[in-house]
Every structure is written in C-alpha cells, then in structure tokens.
C-alpha cells in the first residue's frame, strides 16, 4: 500500500485528501504544521508527500528542505499561491511537481499516480537520523552531535559528510565526491578530500588515528561504516 503524507494547515483540505486517497486504497497520514509533518515522517517514511507552502510554523521550502535532508519520497507541492517565483523556489528546493489551488481532485490524483510512477524503484528508504557508537548525524536538522553535545561544521564539512552518510557502506569516489560537494571545476583537487576528512576524523571520531566510521579507500575514494 502507497502511504502518502498530506501536509496542510486546511483542515477541510486535509479531510477531502483523507477521504478521497483512503477509498482509493492509499494510506493517508496527516500533518497540519511543518513540525509534525518531519517528525511523522521519520516514525512513518512516505512513498509520496503532498505539501502546502503556506504553513503556520515554518515554511514549506523549509519543511521541503528538511525532508530532503534524508527522503527522496516524490513532493507534490500543493499551494494557493500563482507566482512563477514560487514555483521556481519549490521545484529548486527539490518538488517534483506544482498544483495550484484550488484544485480538481482527478487531476491531483493524476499527478499523484504520475509521481508514484516516476519514482525510483530504488527509492531512499533510510531514516533521517544515522548513529554511530561515536556521533550521531541527524540529516533532517542538518545537525550532528557527538556523545549528547552538539559539533559545528562548516558547510563543507557536512556536505562531504552527508554525502558519505547517504551512500553508508559504499565506496564514494574521490571525482564524485570533489564533484558533488566543491563543483565540477574540482574534480582533480584531491588534497583537498585529504584535508577535510581529517578535520571531520579529529570532530567525530573517537580516535582520529584509528578511525572506525569515516574510512579511506587507498586509491579509489571513502566509505562511511556505520
């Protein structure tokens, strides 16, 4: 059964959604507010999320933004407002499609049946938050802590950890990673790898010299094991 998470603040929106996903044989979970949203999310992962900007605590490109922190689940983003800024902003943050309201079902359950369709078969089903027996990395919040207090990184720092992170247990070349986390004009800086998974060792690891999670791969790349 596809479990399809509907974030609105409308509670009649919410009600309809319920309704006419339910008897189609969807599972239907429900948030009214960003926060919860993120947090039923990580206790129960969706297939697909359907999700509303206008929120009362926190943005949606904020909650987008966190759910694409751990999830790549399809976003349908549902909201009232037409601006083409804002459709460029959502689908940026990583929405995979735009309604505006108001809405006609048939056609939101269409874009719904086309999302589920285009989703990977190898979709992420990996929880937002990865503990080790020395840190813990919490992709949704973007934050890491080590033995309960919270470690700063820098923002390469954590881009080159959670790339790590996601690919847990596999090799991560050393070209894609320079690629992914500096750009593809970096694709030959290999020392700088060198340089910040040694500050990234001495933060996290319990011992930098013999580290146990964030590992080298002489001559090919880094693996995260967990």
């Known amino acids: 059964m596809t479990r399809v998470l509907v974030i609105d603040d409308e509670p009649q929106i919410l009600r309809a959604l319920r309704i006419n996903l339910s008897v189609r044989g969807y ?8 926060t919860a949203a993120l947090r039923l999310a990580a206790e129960k992962p969706p297939d697909v999320v359907i999700l509303d900007l ?3 605590d926190i943005s949606g490109i904020d909650a987008l933004a966190g759910l694409r922190g751990w999830s790549s689940a399809p976003v349908i983003v ?7 800024s804002d459709k460029v902003e959502a689908l940026d ?3 995979d499609d735009y309604v505006t309201k108001p809405f006609g079902m048939d056609e939101l359950l269409a874009r719904l049946r086309a999302s589920v369709r285009r989703a990977s078969t190898g979709a992420d089903t ?4 990865i503990e080790t027996a020395s840190f813990t990395v919490d992709l949704a919040a973007k934050r890491v802590t080590k033995h309960g207090a919270e470690v700063h990184l820098t923002p390469t720092e954590w881009g080159m950890l959670e790339m790590l992170v996601r690919n847990r247990g596999k090799l991560v070349g050393r070209k894609e990673l320079l690629k992914e986390v500096w750009g593809p004009a970096y694709a030959t800086e290999t020392h700088y790898l060198r340089v910040y998974l040694a500050q990234l060792r001495r933060k996290l690891e319990d011992d930098p010299a013999d580290p146990k999670h964030l590992l080298t791969e ?9």
Not at 78 to 84: G, K, M, Q, V, W
Not at 218 to 226: E, L, S, V
């Open 126 to 129: 990996d929880e937002p938050v």
């Open 93 to 95: 943050a990583g929405a």
């Open 27 to 34: 599972e239907v979970l429900t948030a009214a507010t960003g």
């Open 54 to 56: 206008g929120l009362p």
């Open 78 to 84: 549902l909201s009232a407002r037409t601006d083409s």
């Open 218 to 226: 002489a001559g090919m790349g880094y693996r995260f094991q967990q």
